[in-house]
């Protein structure tokens, strides 16, 4: 250890030396402080030290402050060799900045550690140079950081080498910031390195860097259960600092849910904080969401103060790019929605009824599910629909671009009955209710009598007790011309709740019996769970 020598003191009595003593600075590798200390030099030519410390030093090891308590140095003369020793203890407030190997007060760009409380550390110039210590959290309330992150310490451990020294501290941290964080949290480890530097002309410790590795991230936000693994990112022009990676999400919609793999991210710019998931999946097989509907295809994302801003071409997956292909920027003016394509069939029978749909969902304040609402198209008794990736990709640029579902003239085409959904899910009573135009064009012969071929309404209803698909009603029937010679007015309705039959036409009942009718009509009628 360096020292330098300010004063020197003899004492003679009767020509012989009576005491002798020198006094000046230490520096000690680790502290960046000087230390006072004075030597005493006894009658056997050994050496007594005593050594001043100042309670706060600058910690350059790990870019730290530090508060030294109950602290002593030592300093032997064996040999003819000074063997100096530190044993000390107290506390570190650490300031590592994330980006370099320096210290940083500056709360966005560092890992900020208050109250690391230490016992024990010693300090020698002989190897090991740096052996013991125990670490540990001095204060629950103090205030941790990492990048403005508020962070919590789960465990604290060091390592010692005669070339580095390592902090290891694993860390729960807060990606959503403040009282937003809502038990999103991400769970590791992080580093704080620091090194031995020693030449020819000096002999230093210093602080390297902060290594964060990959983090892992498992919740529940009542409308979503994921789990999966992040990386930390930081100084980006546009998406600021935080976390990215792939999770793999629950989304809770029908008994068991749909399981996808997503993309998430969980940022911070400016004043605020942001994050989204992004999804794309296909079932050959539906998930059941509901007593004969399930979903075949889903791709999209759910966001918070961020805003779907185009598609992306490249291919590749970076800030803001997804698997979807949807690009997302922060947008503090945005809350928190939801918006997608999905392909939703009845099961086990697409051809009965299959839709590409957008749909959003409102939240409430807790995360959970209010509402969900479908807008799109729908096709009844037609070939189903492909479900594939390159087909939600696809719907997924109409839907940045232009905020509907893209619907070209082969979707027109290949459909029997097309119609034209709103759909919506009532969480808090599992209620799922539907209205659509309804178009129909059968081979060019069989038309609606509408414009464009509209032939009608038609209503759709699932809930746990009943359910019903009406393709117009009684009083409100479907209009169909067929070859330009003559029209009808009919209705189509299945489920377990039918509207009562009407009367027969009146060239009908005419050469029927009033009583006959009455009693065709009340045995109809009396009909129950018609499907």
Same mark, same amino acid.
């Given at each position: 250890?360096?020292?330098?020598?300010?004063?020197?003191?003899?004492?003679?009595?009767?020509?012989?030396?009576? =005491?002798?003593? *020198?006094?000046?600075?230490?520096?000690?590798?680790?502290?960046?402080?000087?230390?006072? &200390?004075?030597?005493?030099?006894?009658?056997?030519?050994?050496?007594?030290? #005593?050594?001043?410390?100042?309670?706060?030093?600058?910690? =350059?090891?790990?870019?730290?402050? !530090?508060?030294?308590?109950? %602290?002593?140095?030592?300093?032997?003369?064996?040999?003819?060799?000074?063997?100096?020793?530190?044993?000390?203890? +107290?506390?570190?407030?650490?300031?590592?900045?994330?980006?370099?190997?320096?210290? $940083?007060?500056?709360?966005?760009?560092?890992?900020?550690?208050?109250?690391?409380?230490?016992?024990?550390?010693?300090?020698?110039?002989?190897?090991?140079?740096?052996?013991?210590?125990?670490?540990?959290?001095?204060?629950?309330?103090?205030?941790?950081?990492?990048?403005?992150?508020?962070?919590?310490?789960?465990?604290? %451990?060091?390592?010692?080498?005669?070339?580095?020294?390592?902090?290891?501290?694993?860390?729960?941290?807060?990606?959503?910031?403040?009282?937003?964080?809502?038990?999103?949290?991400?769970?590791?480890?992080?580093?704080?390195?620091?090194?031995?530097?020693?030449?020819?002309?000096?002999?230093?410790?210093?602080?390297?860097?902060?290594?964060?590795?990959?983090?892992?991230?498992?919740?529940?936000?009542?409308?979503?259960?994921?789990?999966?693994?992040?990386? *930390?990112?930081?100084?980006?022009?546009?998406?600021?600092?935080?976390?990215?990676?792939?999770? #793999?999400?629950?989304?809770?919609?029908?008994?068991?849910?749909?399981?996808?793999?997503?993309?998430?991210?969980? +940022?911070?710019?400016?004043?605020?904080?942001?994050?989204?998931?992004?999804?794309?999946?296909?079932?050959?097989?539906?998930?059941?969401? !509901?007593?004969?509907?399930?979903? &075949? +295809?889903? +791709?999209?994302?759910?966001? &918070?103060?961020?805003?779907?801003?185009?598609?992306?071409? %490249?291919?590749?997956?970076?800030?803001?790019? #997804?698997?979807?292909?949807?690009?997302?920027?922060?947008?503090?003016?945005?809350?928190?929605?939801?918006?997608?394509?999905?392909?939703?069939? #009845?099961?086990?029978?697409?051809?009965?009824?299959?839709?590409?749909?957008?749909?959003?969902?409102?939240?409430?304040?807790?995360?959970?599910?209010?509402?969900? $609402? *479908?807008?799109?198209?729908?096709?009844?008794?037609?070939?189903?629909?492909?479900?594939?990736?390159?087909?939600?990709?696809?719907?997924?640029?109409?839907?940045?671009?232009?905020?509907?579902?893209?619907?070209?003239? =082969?979707?027109?085409?290949?459909?029997?009955?097309?119609?034209?959904?709103?759909?919506?899910?009532?969480?808090?009573?599992?209620?799922?209710?539907?209205? @659509?135009?309804?178009?129909?064009?059968?081979?060019?012969?069989?038309?609606?009598?509408?414009?464009?071929?509209?032939?009608?309404?038609?209503?759709?209803?699932?809930?746990?007790?009943?359910?019903?698909?009406?393709?117009?009603?009684?009083?409100?029937?479907?209009?169909?011309?067929? *070859?330009?010679?003559?029209?009808?007015? %009919?209705?189509?309705? @299945?489920?377990?709740?039918?509207?009562?039959?009407?009367?027969?036409?009146?060239?009908?009942?005419?050469?029927? $019996?009033?009583?006959?009718?009455?009693? &065709?009509?009340?045995?109809?009628?009396?009909?129950?769970?018609?499907?």
């Amino acid at each position: 250890w360096n020292f330098s020598i300010d004063r020197f003191d003899m004492t003679f009595e009767m020509s012989s030396i009576t =005491s002798s003593s *020198f006094r000046g600075k230490m520096k000690i590798p680790m502290l960046d402080s000087l230390l006072l &200390y004075r030597a005493v030099i006894g009658m056997d030519g050994n050496f007594s030290f #005593t050594i001043t410390t100042t309670t706060k030093q600058s910690f =350059s090891l790990w870019a730290a402050d !530090l508060e030294l308590t109950n %602290s002593q140095i030592t300093i032997d003369y064996i040999n003819k060799k000074f063997k100096p020793k530190a044993i000390l203890n +107290g506390k570190l407030n650490i300031s590592a900045d994330l980006s370099g190997s320096k210290k $940083s007060n500056d709360g966005e760009k560092s890992l900020s550690l208050a109250e690391i409380k230490f016992e024990n550390l010693e300090l020698q110039t002989e190897t090991p140079y740096i052996k013991g210590g125990y670490f540990s959290l001095g204060s629950e309330k103090a205030t941790q950081k990492m990048a403005n992150f508020p962070l919590q310490i789960d465990s604290l %451990s060091v390592l010692f080498d005669n070339n580095y020294a390592k902090l290891t501290i694993g860390v729960k941290v807060s990606v959503l910031g403040g009282e937003e964080g809502g038990g999103l949290n991400v769970k590791g480890v992080v580093n704080i390195n620091g090194e031995h530097i020693k030449n020819q002309n000096s002999d230093y410790w210093a602080y390297k860097n902060v290594d964060i590795g990959e983090l892992t991230i498992k919740s529940n936000l009542s409308a979503f259960k994921f789990e999966g693994s992040l990386l *930390f990112f930081r100084d980006d022009q546009v998406y600021g600092k935080g976390f990215q990676g792939n999770i #793999t999400a629950n989304i809770g919609i029908g008994e068991q849910g749909i399981k996808v793999s997503a993309n998430a991210i969980f +940022g911070k710019v400016s004043s605020y904080n942001y994050w989204y998931f992004d999804i794309l999946a296909s079932f050959s097989v539906g998930i059941p969401i !509901l007593p004969g509907v399930g979903i &075949y +295809g889903i +791709g999209g994302g759910v966001y &918070y103060h961020v805003q779907q801003s185009g598609i992306s071409n %490249s291919g590749k997956t970076t800030l803001g790019v #997804t698997n979807s292909g949807l690009v997302y920027k922060p947008n503090n003016n945005v809350f928190l929605g939801l918006k997608t394509t999905v392909v939703i069939g #009845t099961m086990p029978n697409k051809e009965v009824f299959n839709g590409d749909v957008t749909f959003e969902i409102a939240f409430n304040r807790n995360f959970g599910i209010k509402e969900i $609402s *479908f807008i799109g198209n729908g096709y009844f008794l037609t070939p189903p629909l492909e479900a594939n990736q390159e087909a939600l990709k696809l719907n997924a640029k109409s839907i940045a671009n232009a905020g509907k579902v893209n619907d070209g003239p =082969s979707d027109s085409k290949r459909a029997s009955i097309k119609a034209n959904v709103k759909i919506s899910y009532d969480f808090t009573n599992d209620v799922l209710t539907g209205n @659509m135009q309804v178009f129909v064009n059968v081979g060019g012969v069989i038309k609606g009598g509408g414009p464009n071929n509209l032939a009608g309404d038609a209503q759709l209803y699932f809930s746990k007790d009943d359910w019903y698909i009406y393709i117009g009603k009684p009083g409100s029937e479907v209009g169909i011309n067929m *070859f330009n010679i003559f029209s009808t007015h %009919s209705y189509f309705m @299945m489920g377990t709740k039918i509207e009562g039959s009407p009367n027969p036409p009146e060239n009908v009942t005419k050469n029927i $019996s009033s009583y006959d009718i009455a009693n &065709y009509m009340s045995e109809l009628n009396s009909i129950e769970n018609c499907s």
